[in-house]
């Protein structure tokens, strides 16, 4: 079934740990995206990437890396992880940049 | 920046009957496009309904409709015959048309919808 495929689905990790969660699409999309899901704040974007070997940073950046090295992957990493960015992760993706996004199922991340 | 707002933290209903969600924003940009998502218990983010802001008539899904009022800056969604499946989170979402994706979506807090048997 084409979609999206995030990985893992959850996760608990220590502080100052380094975490990637990976984001795999299969529908040749070139536009990709990372939120995080914050109790009583909505989604709010990370980073985005209108096509392979571009990325830019969204209007919560700070502690995130991205890289798109190809069409169909899009992962975020964490370089030292603290307990603010526990959160629920998704990624999303758009067959150009202005269409409608479709979500993977999200990842739960809790840093203790 | 654009700023979406849904007035409603949380609403209730009976099975069956027609509810109306609400969405307002804000933003200074002429072309952008309107989303609803819903996200249900198993967490997963369905998008509802699109609506284009230069088009004129309201966007219709089966079950779901808007109304888009441009000049008040207002975007409801509209559930008619609800069902106990409707039960979920609804989020509004604001995009700006032609920004090459820097920007994304924008969200709402959310409207926690409860329909009862």
């Known amino acids: 079934i084409a979609g999206i495929t995030q990985a893992p689905t959850s996760q608990i990790l220590a502080a100052g740990r380094r975490m990637t969660l990976r984001c795999t699409q299969d529908?040749?999309?070139?536009?990709m995206y990372w939120y995080r899901q914050d109790l009583g704040l909505g989604l709010r974007l990370i980073h985005y990437s209108n096509t392979a070997g571009t990325t830019g940073k969204g209007e919560v950046p700070d502690g995130y890396s991205v890289s798109r090295a190809n069409t169909d992957d899009f992962p975020l990493t964490l370089a030292s992880a603290v307990p603010s960015q526990t959160s629920v992760y998704f990624c999303?993706?758009?067959?150009?940049?202005?269409?409608?996004?479709?979500f993977g199922d999200g990842t739960r991340l809790s840093i203790l | 920046a654009q700023t979406v707002t849904q007035s409603q933290p949380e609403m209730s209903v009976q099975e069956a009957e027609t509810v109306t969600l609400s969405c307002t924003y804000d933003?200074?940009?002429?072309?952008?496009?309107l989303f609803w998502y819903k996200q249900p218990p198993s967490r997963q983010m369905i998008l509802v309904i699109r609506q284009e802001a230069y088009k004129q008539q309201n966007a219709t899904e089966n079950r779901f409709s808007v109304n888009f009022q441009k000049a008040a800056k207002s975007f409801s969604l509209k559930i008619s015959d609800s069902q106990l499946g409707d039960t979920a989170m609804y989020f509004c979402?604001?995009?700006?048309?032609?920004?090459?994706?820097?920007?994304?979506?924008?969200f709402g807090k959310g409207t926690h919808l409860i329909i009862q048997p």
């Open positions: 529908m040749r999309h070139n536009a």
């Open positions: 979402a604001f995009m700006k048309q032609g920004r090459g994706g820097a920007d994304g979506l924008t």
């Open positions: 999303a993706s758009s067959e150009q940049a202005d269409q409608p996004q479709h």
């Open positions: 933003t200074s940009e002429s072309n952008y496009y």
